[in-house]
């Protein structure tokens, strides 16, 4: 069983940055992918990012791309989520997951973490 466990978030103000981390156990597939999402207030859950535990290969929306950067640790277990130049509507809980191969389902999931973008 996948354990996921956020830390990281926390109010900050527009234009600034937050890393978001997600400390992972129980992770025995070599074809693991894990994954950001953020369910802002009010809307749908919103896939933000994706990174192979194998190989590093990083998939992003294209609505996402240029502002974040996911990446992963693989002595410490932790898959990153680099924040820059926030905007208030970044403010969501922001989740990490997981899945065992590309093609699979996301079925680890994390408690969440806040991230406000206020002034």
């Known amino acids: 069983q996948v354990q996921l466990v956020e830390s990281g978030g926390g109010l900050e103000q527009p234009g600034g940055s937050l890393r978001l981390s997600c400390a992972a156990s129980?992770?025995?597939?070599?074809?693991?992918?894990m994954g950001w999402f953020r369910r802002a207030p009010g809307k749908e859950r919103e896939f933000v990012a994706a990174?192979?535990?194998?190989?590093?290969?990083?998939y992003y929306p294209d609505s996402m791309k240029g502002r974040l950067t996911i990446f992963r640790d693989i002595p410490k277990n932790t898959v990153y989520l680099q924040l820059n130049s926030l905007k208030p509507e970044d403010t969501a809980v922001y989740y990490c997951?997981?899945?065992?191969?590309?093609?699979?389902?996301?079925?680890?999931w994390g408690q969440g973490t806040q991230v406000t973008v206020s002034s």
């Open positions: 997951a997981g899945k065992r191969d590309i093609q699979a389902n996301f079925d680890s």
């Open positions: 129980g992770l025995t597939f070599s074809t693991y992918y």
């Open positions: 990174i192979s535990w194998s190989d590093g290969a990083t």
